[in-house]
Protein backbone atom coordinates (compact mmCIF):
# COMPACT_ATOMS: atom_id res chain seq x y z
CA UNK A 1 0.00 0.00 0.00
CA UNK A 2 1.37 3.60 -1.16
CA UNK A 3 1.54 5.95 1.54
CA UNK A 4 1.26 9.72 0.32
CA UNK A 5 4.15 11.34 0.27
CA UNK A 6 3.38 14.81 2.15
CA UNK A 7 6.06 17.02 0.51
CA UNK A 8 4.19 16.33 -2.70
CA UNK A 9 1.93 19.55 -3.51
CA UNK A 10 -1.30 19.01 -5.45
CA UNK A 11 -0.74 20.41 -9.28
CA UNK A 12 -2.73 23.82 -9.63
CA UNK A 13 -5.22 23.69 -12.53
CA UNK A 14 -4.31 24.85 -15.28
CA UNK A 15 -5.67 28.48 -16.52
CA UNK A 16 -8.33 27.80 -19.20
CA UNK A 17 -9.33 30.25 -22.09
CA UNK A 18 -12.58 28.07 -23.15
CA UNK A 19 -13.91 28.60 -19.80
CA UNK A 20 -13.20 32.20 -19.26
CA UNK A 21 -14.37 33.49 -22.23
CA UNK A 22 -17.75 31.29 -21.50
CA UNK A 23 -17.98 33.30 -18.20
CA UNK A 24 -17.38 36.01 -19.72
CA UNK A 25 -20.31 35.76 -22.66
CA UNK A 26 -22.43 34.89 -19.43
CA UNK A 27 -21.85 38.15 -17.64
CA UNK A 28 -21.97 40.43 -20.38
CA UNK A 29 -25.28 38.17 -21.64
CA UNK A 30 -27.12 39.35 -18.19
CA UNK A 31 -26.01 42.34 -18.24
CA UNK A 32 -26.99 43.37 -22.01
CA UNK A 33 -30.22 41.80 -21.08
CA UNK A 34 -30.99 43.62 -17.74
CA UNK A 35 -29.85 46.88 -19.67
CA UNK A 36 -31.85 46.20 -22.83
CA UNK A 37 -35.17 45.62 -20.41
CA UNK A 38 -34.34 49.00 -18.68
CA UNK A 39 -34.03 50.68 -21.68
CA UNK A 40 -36.68 49.46 -23.46
CA UNK A 41 -39.29 50.94 -20.75
CA UNK A 42 -37.21 54.34 -20.24
CA UNK A 43 -38.55 57.37 -21.70
CA UNK A 44 -37.51 58.91 -24.37
CA UNK A 45 -34.24 60.87 -24.34
CA UNK A 46 -35.11 64.50 -24.12
CA UNK A 47 -37.49 63.23 -20.96
CA UNK A 48 -34.49 61.58 -19.09
CA UNK A 49 -32.44 64.24 -19.78
CA UNK A 50 -34.65 67.36 -18.89
CA UNK A 51 -35.60 65.13 -15.39
CA UNK A 52 -32.42 63.57 -14.85
CA UNK A 53 -34.77 60.25 -15.00
CA UNK A 54 -32.25 57.20 -13.07
CA UNK A 55 -32.89 53.31 -12.05
CA UNK A 56 -30.97 52.17 -9.96
CA UNK A 57 -29.16 55.17 -9.37
CA UNK A 58 -27.94 55.25 -12.72
CA UNK A 59 -29.13 57.56 -15.37
CA UNK A 60 -30.39 56.40 -19.03
CA UNK A 61 -27.24 58.09 -20.37
CA UNK A 62 -25.05 55.20 -18.05
CA UNK A 63 -27.18 52.27 -19.17
CA UNK A 64 -26.67 53.20 -22.69
CA UNK A 65 -23.48 53.38 -21.96
CA UNK A 66 -22.90 49.90 -20.46
CA UNK A 67 -25.31 48.28 -23.06
CA UNK A 68 -22.78 49.49 -25.81
CA UNK A 69 -19.21 48.06 -23.56
CA UNK A 70 -20.93 44.67 -22.66
CA UNK A 71 -22.34 44.36 -26.07
CA UNK A 72 -18.27 44.99 -27.37
CA UNK A 73 -17.57 42.79 -24.64
CA UNK A 74 -20.14 39.88 -26.01
CA UNK A 75 -19.02 40.84 -29.12
CA UNK A 76 -14.98 39.86 -28.49
CA UNK A 77 -15.97 36.87 -25.92
CA UNK A 78 -18.40 35.34 -28.83
CA UNK A 79 -15.21 35.83 -31.34
CA UNK A 80 -12.85 33.69 -29.37
CA UNK A 81 -15.43 31.59 -28.06
CA UNK A 82 -16.18 30.19 -32.02
CA UNK A 83 -12.19 30.09 -32.76
CA UNK A 84 -11.70 27.55 -29.37
CA UNK A 85 -15.07 25.91 -30.60
CA UNK A 86 -14.35 25.50 -34.36
CA UNK A 87 -14.35 22.22 -35.17
CA UNK A 88 -17.88 21.60 -33.56
CA UNK A 89 -19.41 24.64 -35.20
CA UNK A 90 -18.24 23.72 -38.82
CA UNK A 91 -20.21 20.25 -37.43
CA UNK A 92 -23.08 21.40 -37.48
CA UNK A 93 -22.76 22.27 -41.19
CA UNK A 94 -21.67 18.94 -42.19
CA UNK A 95 -23.60 16.46 -43.70
CA UNK A 96 -24.67 13.24 -40.35
CA UNK A 97 -24.07 10.85 -42.88
CA UNK A 98 -20.91 11.62 -45.10
CA UNK A 99 -19.58 14.27 -42.89
CA UNK A 100 -19.46 16.83 -45.41
CA UNK A 101 -20.39 20.15 -46.26
CA UNK A 102 -23.84 19.91 -47.07
CA UNK A 103 -27.42 20.81 -46.96
CA UNK A 104 -29.06 20.15 -43.38
CA UNK A 105 -32.48 20.96 -42.60
CA UNK A 106 -31.32 23.30 -39.21
CA UNK A 107 -29.81 25.97 -41.94
CA UNK A 108 -33.47 26.74 -43.75
CA UNK A 109 -35.15 26.56 -40.38
CA UNK A 110 -33.03 29.22 -38.84
CA UNK A 111 -32.54 31.29 -42.29
CA UNK A 112 -36.37 31.43 -42.18
CA UNK A 113 -36.80 32.47 -38.52
CA UNK A 114 -34.61 35.39 -38.75
CA UNK A 115 -35.98 35.94 -42.49
CA UNK A 116 -39.30 36.07 -41.34
CA UNK A 117 -38.33 38.41 -38.38
CA UNK A 118 -36.44 40.49 -40.72
CA UNK A 119 -39.45 40.75 -43.08
CA UNK A 120 -42.07 41.35 -40.78
CA UNK A 121 -40.22 44.43 -39.07
CA UNK A 122 -39.90 45.79 -42.43
CA UNK A 123 -43.16 45.43 -43.57
CA UNK A 124 -44.73 47.16 -40.36
CA UNK A 125 -47.06 43.78 -39.53
CA UNK A 126 -48.28 42.31 -36.22
CA UNK A 127 -46.84 41.44 -34.41
CA UNK A 128 -44.00 42.49 -34.87
CA UNK A 129 -45.24 46.59 -35.20
CA UNK A 130 -47.38 45.57 -32.16
CA UNK A 131 -44.36 44.53 -30.10
CA UNK A 132 -42.63 48.40 -31.05
CA UNK A 133 -46.16 50.49 -30.67
CA UNK A 134 -45.81 48.83 -26.84
CA UNK A 135 -42.06 50.33 -27.00
CA UNK A 136 -43.38 53.48 -28.06
CA UNK A 137 -46.50 53.56 -25.47
CA UNK A 138 -44.25 52.73 -22.57
CA UNK A 139 -41.49 55.44 -23.39
CA UNK A 140 -44.53 58.17 -24.29
CA UNK A 141 -46.17 57.54 -21.05
CA UNK A 142 -43.47 58.93 -19.06
CA UNK A 143 -44.19 62.57 -20.71
CA UNK A 144 -46.18 64.67 -18.57
CA UNK A 145 -47.48 68.02 -19.73
CA UNK A 146 -46.28 69.84 -16.37
CA UNK A 147 -42.91 68.43 -16.34
CA UNK A 148 -42.64 68.97 -20.56
CA UNK A 149 -39.13 71.05 -21.23
CA UNK A 150 -39.50 74.50 -23.30
CA UNK A 151 -38.65 72.37 -26.69
CA UNK A 152 -36.56 69.10 -27.01
CA UNK A 153 -33.71 68.80 -25.14
CA UNK A 154 -34.13 72.08 -23.92
CA UNK A 155 -30.96 71.37 -21.51
CA UNK A 156 -28.56 71.88 -23.43
CA UNK A 157 -29.61 75.92 -23.56
CA UNK A 158 -27.48 78.28 -22.26
CA UNK A 159 -29.29 79.85 -19.00
CA UNK A 160 -29.96 83.08 -21.05
CA UNK A 161 -31.56 81.05 -23.85
CA UNK A 162 -34.00 78.96 -21.22
CA UNK A 163 -34.75 82.10 -18.97
CA UNK A 164 -35.58 83.76 -22.57
CA UNK A 165 -37.92 80.63 -23.23
CA UNK A 166 -39.66 81.03 -19.73
CA UNK A 167 -40.62 84.30 -20.32
CA UNK A 168 -38.39 85.63 -17.23
CA UNK A 169 -35.65 88.39 -17.62
CA UNK A 170 -32.49 87.19 -16.85
CA UNK A 171 -31.98 89.37 -13.90
CA UNK A 172 -34.51 87.80 -12.02
CA UNK A 173 -34.10 84.20 -13.02
CA UNK A 174 -29.99 84.72 -11.71
CA UNK A 175 -31.37 86.39 -8.66
CA UNK A 176 -34.22 83.28 -8.56
CA UNK A 177 -31.56 81.07 -8.93
CA UNK A 178 -29.18 82.57 -6.12
CA UNK A 179 -32.43 82.60 -3.23
CA UNK A 180 -32.50 79.24 -4.08
CA UNK A 181 -28.67 78.74 -3.23
CA UNK A 182 -27.74 78.04 -6.91
CA UNK A 183 -24.66 80.17 -7.69
CA UNK A 184 -22.15 80.87 -10.27
CA UNK A 185 -24.68 80.57 -13.05
CA UNK A 186 -23.18 82.93 -15.71
CA UNK A 187 -25.72 83.52 -18.55
CA UNK A 188 -23.88 81.44 -21.26
CA UNK A 189 -23.57 78.59 -18.52
CA UNK A 190 -25.32 75.39 -20.30
CA UNK A 191 -28.10 74.28 -18.25
CA UNK A 192 -27.43 70.91 -17.93
CA UNK A 193 -24.01 71.39 -16.20
CA UNK A 194 -25.80 74.32 -14.01
CA UNK A 195 -27.94 71.51 -12.81
CA UNK A 196 -25.10 68.87 -12.92
CA UNK A 197 -22.82 71.16 -10.63
CA UNK A 198 -26.01 71.39 -7.79
CA UNK A 199 -27.32 68.13 -7.96
CA UNK A 200 -30.48 68.84 -9.67
CA UNK A 201 -32.44 68.09 -12.72
CA UNK A 202 -32.58 70.77 -15.55
CA UNK A 203 -36.46 70.47 -14.97
CA UNK A 204 -35.74 71.79 -11.41
CA UNK A 205 -33.90 74.96 -12.95
CA UNK A 206 -36.35 75.78 -15.03
CA UNK A 207 -39.10 75.07 -12.32
CA UNK A 208 -37.17 77.95 -10.17
CA UNK A 209 -37.22 80.56 -12.94
CA UNK A 210 -40.90 79.87 -13.30
CA UNK A 211 -41.07 80.24 -9.54
CA UNK A 212 -41.99 83.78 -8.37
CA UNK A 213 -40.03 84.53 -4.95
CA UNK A 214 -42.17 84.84 -2.04
CA UNK A 215 -41.36 87.96 -1.38
CA UNK A 216 -41.23 89.38 -5.64
CA UNK A 217 -38.38 90.46 -6.85
CA UNK A 218 -35.38 92.12 -5.80
CA UNK A 219 -36.41 95.70 -4.30
CA UNK A 220 -33.92 97.38 -6.38
CA UNK A 221 -35.67 96.81 -9.58
CA UNK A 222 -39.21 96.59 -10.37
CA UNK A 223 -40.61 93.06 -12.13
CA UNK A 224 -40.63 93.44 -15.72
CA UNK A 225 -43.75 91.62 -17.63
CA UNK A 226 -46.47 91.13 -14.77
CA UNK A 227 -45.70 90.03 -11.64
CA UNK A 228 -43.31 86.90 -12.69
CA UNK A 229 -40.81 89.07 -14.63
CA UNK A 230 -42.57 87.30 -17.74
CA UNK A 231 -44.59 87.27 -20.25
CA UNK A 232 -46.12 83.95 -19.00
CA UNK A 233 -46.95 85.16 -15.43
CA UNK A 234 -49.09 87.98 -16.42
CA UNK A 235 -52.83 86.72 -16.00
CA UNK A 236 -55.48 86.85 -19.25
CA UNK A 237 -57.30 89.50 -18.06
CA UNK A 238 -53.75 91.70 -18.26
CA UNK A 239 -52.81 90.51 -21.25
CA UNK A 240 -56.10 91.04 -23.48
CA UNK A 241 -55.86 94.55 -21.41
CA UNK A 242 -52.22 95.39 -23.08
CA UNK A 243 -52.78 93.38 -26.43
CA UNK A 244 -56.29 95.86 -26.71
CA UNK A 245 -58.04 92.16 -26.95
CA UNK A 246 -61.01 91.61 -25.75
CA UNK A 247 -61.19 89.25 -22.99
CA UNK A 248 -64.75 87.76 -23.51
CA UNK A 249 -62.93 87.20 -27.37
CA UNK A 250 -60.13 85.37 -26.24
CA UNK A 251 -62.24 83.31 -23.91
CA UNK A 252 -64.37 82.29 -26.94
CA UNK A 253 -61.61 81.47 -28.81
CA UNK A 254 -59.88 79.32 -26.28
CA UNK A 255 -63.19 77.47 -25.52
CA UNK A 256 -63.53 76.59 -29.30
CA UNK A 257 -59.94 75.25 -29.00
CA UNK A 258 -61.40 73.27 -26.10
CA UNK A 259 -59.38 75.19 -23.42
CA UNK A 260 -60.69 76.05 -20.17
CA UNK A 261 -59.47 79.26 -18.47
CA UNK A 262 -60.41 82.29 -16.34
CA UNK A 263 -59.44 85.28 -16.30
CA UNK A 264 -57.58 85.19 -13.36
CA UNK A 265 -54.70 82.89 -14.82
CA UNK A 266 -51.87 83.14 -15.78
CA UNK A 267 -50.69 82.28 -19.56
CA UNK A 268 -48.68 79.85 -18.25
CA UNK A 269 -51.36 78.14 -15.87
CA UNK A 270 -53.35 78.14 -19.16
CA UNK A 271 -50.82 76.65 -21.08
CA UNK A 272 -49.98 73.95 -19.02
CA UNK A 273 -52.96 73.08 -18.49
CA UNK A 274 -53.56 72.72 -22.40
CA UNK A 275 -50.47 70.81 -22.73
CA UNK A 276 -48.66 73.22 -24.86
CA UNK A 277 -45.07 73.15 -24.10
CA UNK A 278 -44.46 77.00 -23.67
CA UNK A 279 -46.55 79.81 -23.23
CA UNK A 280 -45.43 81.41 -26.77
CA UNK A 281 -48.08 78.45 -28.18
CA UNK A 282 -50.69 80.32 -26.37
CA UNK A 283 -50.03 84.06 -27.46
CA UNK A 284 -49.86 83.07 -31.52
CA UNK A 285 -52.82 81.38 -30.73
CA UNK A 286 -55.09 84.59 -29.13
CA UNK A 287 -52.84 86.84 -31.39
CA UNK A 288 -53.89 84.96 -34.56
CA UNK A 289 -56.33 87.19 -36.39
CA UNK A 290 -59.81 86.12 -37.04
CA UNK A 291 -60.50 84.07 -40.65
Known amino acids: MQKNDPDKQ ?10 LTSVLITISCAVLILSG ?3 FVSPPGRVANWTNWNLLSLTKHDWTGLHI ?3 TLFLLAA ?3 LVFNWRPLVSYFKDRLTRQIGFRLEWLIALAVCGGVYAGTRAEIPPFSTFLAFN ?10 RERAPIPHAELLTLAELAEKAGVALAD ?8 GISNCPPDMVVQKLADQNQRSAQQIYEILNTLPAGGESAHRPAQGGAGGGMGWKTLTQFCAEEGLEL ?7 KSQGLVATPDQTLRDIAVNAGFSRP ?12
Not at 248 to 254: M, T
Not at 280 to 291: G, N, S
Request: net charge positive; glycine share 0%; aromatic share 10%.
Open 10 to 19: TPKPRFSWRA
Open 37 to 39: VIL
Open 69 to 71: WFS
Open 79 to 81: VFH
Open 136 to 145: EQVKESWEQP
Open 173 to 180: ATNRLHAR
Open 248 to 254: KDALARL
Open 280 to 291: VELLELLRAKKP
